[in-house]
């Protein structure tokens, strides 16, 4: 097995990842999706979590090893990235998606200063919108953001196009394909519905209509 498909079999194991292409989940956006992931799932196994939380810090280590801050998005990438920094003996920080409506109005929380390199900790990219839009928010308040790292992507043609447009470095511990590849060779999916899931990763907007 591939390191991603260790990955993505914790996932399943964890059952983080339910495939359902007969009778699809829908989206916020509306779209018609085959697979629904929730990570959060994860944090319950400690040995699964323990695993995971390794090979990310490996990725930031091995991807970005000048990074001086690590930046979780508010809520799934919290704990992830607060775990990863732990291990790797960086300062924190967290970013909602919104300012706070009272208090301080802090949008970004914890100690940082102006320059640092940071990587953002994701635990899920779709079309990567809202993840480069916490980029922007780290940007404006002077972050070095050299890069985003992620448990698990769902590999859109749109998501790579946004990353590139940003020049942007994003890696994946694991992603659709790789899932998908394993799922198969599981018996969890036939090979008809392997092709069919696959059709969703390359038009998501349309699938299912």
């Not at 706070?100 to 929380?109: F, P, R, T, V, Y």
């Not at 998501?159 to 998908?180: K, N, V």
């Amino acid at each position: 097995m591939t390191d991603a498909s260790i990955v993505a079999a914790k996932l399943l194991q964890a059952n983080a990842v339910r495939l359902s292409p007969a009778a699809p989940f829908t989206w916020a956006s509306g779209w018609k999706s085959p697979i629904y992931c929730d990570n959060r799932k994860v944090l319950s196994f400690p040995f699964i979590r323990d695993y995971i939380k390794s090979e990310m810090c490996n990725l930031v280590f091995e991807k970005f090893p000048d990074a001086s801050l690590l930046a979780g998005v508010a809520t799934a990438g919290i704990a992830w990235g607060a775990m990863a920094a732990d291990q790797l003996k960086l300062p924190f920080i967290y970013v909602r998606p919104q300012p706070k409506a009272h208090g301080l109005g802090n949008q970004i929380e914890g100690h940082f200063e102006k320059g640092q390199a940071t990587v953002v900790i994701e635990d899920l990219v779709s079309t990567g919108k809202s993840s480069l839009q916490v980029v922007d928010v780290l940007k404006k308040e002077g972050l070095n953001v050299i890069g985003m790292v992620s448990i698990f992507t769902y590999d859109f043609p749109v998501a790579s196009a946004a990353f590139q447009e940003a020049g942007l470095a994003y890696h994946s511990l694991t992603d659709y394909p790789a899932l998908i590849r394993l799922a198969a060779e599981q018996g969890i999916v036939s090979a008809d519905q392997q092709e069919l899931l696959m059709q969703w990763r390359d038009q998501p907007d349309t699938w299912g209509r």
